[in-house]
């Protein structure tokens, strides 16, 4: 997998991310860098945590499904993208401008679930996956960050609109994987 792809896809991943840090800077009475900090450590740390999680319990089935991986990338990554298409235009939910610990970690692995899945999707394509999941976790802490301060200046107008690029970078990387390994591409 090429540079600009994990790149994509470490974007993609970090939109989920990014909008709830735009909804916790809208929460924010008076913008401190620590706001900025804690929500990319948290949002950034799950992230490059989940792909990893998820590509070693990849790599330990791999064996048993690898003749469909490339289906199963796709799937998941679809669905993924669907899912973050689906949700950004549904009402949003309310956020506090809570950034203790519980609280953090509460959204923070929400917003990376979808990283397992890549991670998972990761161990099929052979990916190599610290330098992957670093990158996720660098991109989502520095859209994060950016995150709380749109937030905080802006408003969530952007919210939603970053949720559907996400969506549809994922979908499209998907795509593409599958008709890489069909012959197509």
């Not at 692995?109 to 991670?119: F, N, Q």
């Not at 990916?127 to 937030?151: D, E, H, N, Q, R």
């Amino acid at each position: 997998m090429h540079f600009l792809e994990l790149f994509l896809i470490a974007v993609g991943l970090s939109m989920d991310a990014f909008a709830v840090s735009i909804c916790k800077g809208l929460s924010v009475r008076r913008l401190e860098v620590k706001h900025t900090l804690l929500a990319g450590l948290y949002f950034g740390g799950f992230q490059f945590l989940m792909p990893v999680i998820g590509w070693l319990l990849g790599y330990r089935f791999e064996a048993m499904i690898q003749s469909v991986d490339h289906w199963i990338a796709f799937v998941l990554l679809a669905l993924i993208g669907g899912n973050m298409i689906k949700e950004s235009f549904q009402a949003d939910e309310e956020l506090s401008d809570d950034f203790g610990f519980r609280t953090m970690v509460l959204l923070a692995v929400a917003t990376s679930i979808d990283a397992l899945a890549v991670g998972v999707t990761f161990a099929f394509l052979e990916v190599k996956i610290l330098p992957a999941a670093g990158l996720i976790g660098v991109t989502t802490f520095t859209l994060s960050a950016l995150g709380i301060w749109i937030g905080h200046v802006f408003g969530a107008r952007y919210k939603a609109k970053a949720e559907r690029l996400g969506g549809v970078i994922l979908i499209l990387i998907g795509l593409k994987i599958l008709l890489e390994h069909l012959g197509i591409l």
